[in-house]
């Protein structure tokens, strides 16, 4: 069947890759993908296969029942766009002014779209079912969370559970793979640091924030330098500063904001702990006040080995064994998949879409290249499962 998959996958990669420039072109905020969403709805209603919409939001489900009973495979893209002005220059850049699709999404999306239409081609051979999710709001607020709250998927008995991931560090053509922690646990701070307002001439009769927010940020940095493992990854990146309205004016307050990125659960309470006392003792240090808000993010991605194994096995008959690149470090990016990973056996892999800037960036564009390779990779994950004895 692998065969059939990678002639379809060909025969399909014109209209794939105008599905994924039209989502390119049309991005959307978390939370806010009805367009996209409309779109999902529309390819997948061509191909005669049974649709769920209105999940966690606005996503969407499509269910590939083979003719033949047996397991049960899932498979998810992420559908939502970043807050970036784009400066790719492209044909087929973002018509929404300040969003833009610079991790990927789109690129994900039309594949899971691509090899949904293969899969719907195949279910007179097809022994089980697929299961397709179209994932809202996964750059902000979780929606793999939200969507598993729900329940939107506890009818299925789903035994493997795969994602891809663009990947700009290896070239198109390519795929990249790692057992275990994968991706970091992300938690994102701020800081209020109160101070005293006073006249920029006199700062003795006043409580700098702004110079104790200095020493706050530069104090956070010894976290990383000297309170953890070599071993043991962790980064802590500030990321805003906001405070003061005028050049003579000791503000009364300044906001500091950022993220804390960590592999190990243990390490991940204790630099949360450590952020605070730091802050707090740092202002106190200088008369003022710290007040220290942590918003708890995503998990730790952590693919299960055997998932992963299944991975390389179907990359080597695609892409050829000296393609597939074993990932020697953890992204300390994070990922929502995590949380399905907590409640079923399965694997993110990374597929190349390089060369290409980093992800995030305003000019990085999904690699097309990596459309074909994407479709067989995923829709030859769920024949692979569903043909295990």
């Not at 089980?128 to 998927?153: I, S």
Request: aromatic share 6%.
């Amino acid at each position: 069947m692998h065969s059939l998959i990678a002639r379809l996958a060909k025969e399909y990669l014109p209209e794939i890759t105008s599905v994924r420039r039209h989502l390119h072109q049309h991005p959307e905020l978390s939370w806010e993908e009805r367009e996209t969403s409309l779109f999902i709805q529309k390819f997948l209603s061509a191909l005669g296969i049974e649709i769920r919409t209105g999940i966690a939001g606005y996503g969407v489900i499509a269910l590939i029942r083979g003719e033949q009973s047996g397991r049960t495979v899932g498979l998810r893209a992420d559908i939502d766009a970043l807050p970036i002005i784009e400066k790719t220059g492209v044909p087929y850049a973002s018509k929404n002014p300040g969003v833009m699709h610079a991790c990927g999404h789109d690129g994900h999306t039309a594949t899971l779209l691509g090899a949904t239409k293969i899969l719907s081609q195949l279910r007179t051979q097809l022994k089980g079912t697929v299961v397709c999710v179209f994932q809202p709001a996964e750059e902000n607020g979780g929606g793999g969370a939200k969507l598993l709250k729900d329940g939107a998927l506890n009818e299925f008995s789903i035994e493997a559970f795969f994602a891809l991931h663009s990947w700009p560090y290896i070239p198109a053509g390519t795929v990249g793979i790692r057992d275990g922690a994968m991706m970091a646990a992300i938690d994102d701070f701020e800081i209020i640091v109160h101070g005293k307002s006073g006249h920029a001439a006199h700062p003795m009769m006043a409580i700098d924030p702004v110079l104790i927010s200095a020493h706050i940020i530069l104090a956070l940095q010894s976290l990383v330098t000297h309170e953890r493992h070599g071993a043991d990854p962790v980064v802590l990146t500030v990321t805003m500063i906001h405070g003061g309205a005028a050049d003579n004016v000791v503000p009364s307050e300044v906001k500091i904001n950022g993220t804390l990125r960590t592999m190990q659960d243990e390490t991940r309470l204790r630099m949360k702990r450590r952020l605070v006392e730091v802050a707090e003792s740092v202002a106190k240090t200088y008369n003022g006040v710290a007040e220290v808000n942590i918003e708890h993010g995503y998990p730790t991605l952590v693919n299960n080995p055997a998932m992963v194994s299944r991975v390389a096995h179907v990359a080597e008959k695609i892409v050829g064994a000296e393609n597939v690149h074993k990932l020697k470090e953890p992204s300390m990016g994070g990922e929502d998949f995590a949380y399905y990973l907590q409640n079923y056996p399965g694997a993110m892999f990374r597929i190349g879409v390089g060369p290409n800037p980093s992800m995030h960036s305003d000019t990085f564009n999904y690699n097309d290249d990596a459309l074909e390779v994407g479709m067989r990779m995923m829709a030859g994950l769920a024949v692979d499962v569903l043909d295990a004895s």
